[in-house]
């Protein structure tokens, strides 16, 4: 299978500095992309002048990490998309496992590699991990990483598993089936947009999978740090965007209800540890989704939709008062 690895650029020339390398150095097999979104920095004249075999797609506008993948897909033909952050330090032989066995089970359509903390690197990093679930209100957790606990990595998840959503850091895909699920949504901007794909491609009978022979590192936050208002914003709204579209319609209503209280009481936390910013982030986001409801709501699959997507009932009382901080307890 034609491989084609894209890697999204707004405004990243360090960052390209820093992991490009390691990119280039692995990954003979495949043809390398940079998607930059209108960049004011000098990201491209840096590529053609380090890395002119780079083939390089410039967007007109910073659509974000969907829009701007979806704009610069359009313009490359390969069977394999591997969307690629730029902040991402990849591995000798990363690329082969996961085409593989992407090329020998043709129900599996989405996938990604065991992803690590490149800061800390025996530990799993918190944007994927080995491999995304939702509980049944729609909040995500993976195979290493439960809320804000990460596990480090002992091996246990050296395995190739199937997951509900692969992550967004190292996504690998193929090409008929992206598009033919509706490519992203581009009202998420960012954030999110891998889990509501990957629900859309569940929805469709079709899998993912995490193939823990193969690893990369993942910086995580160098577009929108955690600290970041605008991160708990996108993350609160997206997820309840993917509820709306996806959820079957017998518990739909009742789903979004007790989210929406869970996130008030999330909110509340915000306020009394003192941070003000990330409660009215909270509050925005439940603004933009009622703004948006009628629009989302029309981009439901009526006639697709699973049953049981979860494997937790509600993760965040597994958490806090059974203490089930690590996967392989749930």
Known sequence: MNTAVVILNWNGKQLLETFLPSVVENTSEATIFVADNASSDNSIQFLKTNYPEIKIIQNKINGGFAKGYNDALKHIDADIFVLLNSDVEVTQNWLTPVINHLKAHPEVVAAQPKILDYKNKTYFEYAGAAGGFIDKFGYPFCRGRIFNTIEEDKGQYNDISSIFWASGACFFVKSAAFWEAGGFDEDYFAHQEEIDLCWRIYNKNQKVSYVGTSRVYHLGGATLKNSNPKKTFLNFRN??????????????????FVR????????????LSFQPLHFLAVCKAHFSFYANFKKIYHKRLFNKCIKKYYKVYLLIYLYIFKHKKRFNSL
Do not use: V
Not at 239 to 256: D, G, M, T
């Open 260 to 271: 929406m209280l869970l996130d008030g009481i999330a909110a509340t936390q915000f306020l």
């Open 239 to 256: 997820s309840l965007f993917s509820l709306l579209k996806n959820a079957p319609s017998n518990q739909l209503f009742y789903l979004i």
